[in-house]
T-cell receptor, first 111, second 116 residues
Framework: GESVGLHLPTLSVQEGDNSIINCAYS??????FIWYKQESGKGPQFIID?????DKRQGQRVTVLLNKTVKHLSLQIAATQPGDSAVYFCAENRYTDKLIFGTGTRLQVFP | GAVVSQHPSRVICKSGTSVKIECRSL??????MFWYRQFPKKSLMLMATSNEGSKATYEQGVEKDKFLINHASLTLSTLTVTSAHPEDSSFYIC????????????FGPGTRLTVT
C-alpha cells in the first residue's frame, strides 16, 4: 500500500558532523512534505517544509532535498549538536488537510 | 505565533471512567484540528479530523463512540476517551491548521494518558 517510510531507524553521529536522515514515499501525487522533530514526551516540532515544485530548500543549519524521480526526501543537519538528538519524522500531504507520517528516525549525537 | 496547548499534560484514570483532553490554538484561529495517537517508539497515527461546528471525520478503525471529539470553536477541540481501558493508555497529540495558512500543522505538546 501507499506509505511514507524511512531507511534508517537509528542514526548515530558525532557532535559537529553533518547528519542526513532519509525518507522514501510511494505516492507521486504528494505535493507537500514536512520534516518534524520530536523530543521525548513532547509534540512534534516543525523543522522545514518543501513543495513538490522545488527540489531543495534551506533553513538554519537544515536543508531538505526532494527527488521526485525516485520519490525520496532527505533532511540534512549541518554541524549536528547534542540538542539535535530526537526522533525525526517526515510527513507528506496529498492535496488534503491530512498528513501521512513516516515511521521516524532516531538521531543520537555523541560527543 | 502558532502555539497549540493541550490540557492536561498527564492524566491517570481508573478503568471505566472517561477522560477529556483539551486542545487550544492560543494565538490563531484553526480551520481544522487533528487528533493523533502515538504508541512508544512509534509514529503518529491520525485518529480523526475535526472542523469547527461539524462532526469529526474518523480514520478507519477508530471508534467514534469511544473517542468523542467536539470542536466547539475555532480555537478549541476536545477529545473524550469514554469508558477508558488500560489499552487506551497512550500519548495523545493534537494539531491545528492556521486559517488561511495552508497545510502546515502546528502540534500541541501531547497528553500522556495512563489507565489503571
Amino acid at each position: 500500500g501507499e506509505s511514507v517510510g524511512l531507511h534508517l531507524p537509528t542514526l548515530s553521529v558525532q557532535e559537529g558532523d553533518n547528519s542526513i536522515i532519509n525518507c522514501a514515499y510511494s505516492n507521486s501525487a504528494s505535493d507537500y512534505f514536512i520534516w518534524y522533530k520530536q523530543e521525548s514526551g513532547k509534540g512534534p516540532q516543525f523543522i522545514i517544509d518543501i513543495r513538490s515544485n522545488m527540489d531543495k530548500r534551506q533553513g538554519q543549519r537544515v536543508t531538505v532535498l526532494l527527488n521526485k524521480t525516485v520519490k525520496h526526501l532527505s533532511l540534512q543537519i549541518a554541524a549536528t549538536q547534542p540538542g539535535d538528538s530526537a526522533v525525526y519524522f517526515c510527513a507528506e500531504n496529498r492535496y488534503t488537510d491530512k498528513l501521512i507520517f513516516g515511521t521516524g528516525t532516531r538521531l543520537q549525537v555523541f560527543p | 505565533g502558532a502555539v497549540v496547548s493541550q490540557h492536561p499534560s498527564r492524566v491517570i484514570c481508573k478503568s471505566g471512567t472517561s477522560v477529556k483532553i483539551e486542545c487550544r490554538s492560543l494565538d490563531f484561529q484553526a480551520t481544522t484540528m487533528f487528533w493523533y495517537r502515538q504508541f512508544p517508539k512509534k509514529s503518529l497515527m491520525l485518529m480523526a479530523t475535526s472542523n469547527e461546528g461539524s462532526k469529526a471525520t474518523y480514520e478507519q478503525g477508530v471508534e467514534k463512540d469511544k473517542f468523542l471529539i467536539n470542536h466547539a470553536s475555532l480555537t478549541l477541540s476536545t477529545l473524550t476517551v469514554t469508558s477508558a481501558h488500560p489499552e487506551d493508555s497512550s500519548f495523545y497529540i493534537c494539531s491545528a491548521n492556521k486559517r488561511g495558512g495552508g497545510y502546515e500543522q502546528y502540534f500541541g505538546p501531547g497528553t500522556r494518558l495512563t489507565v489503571t
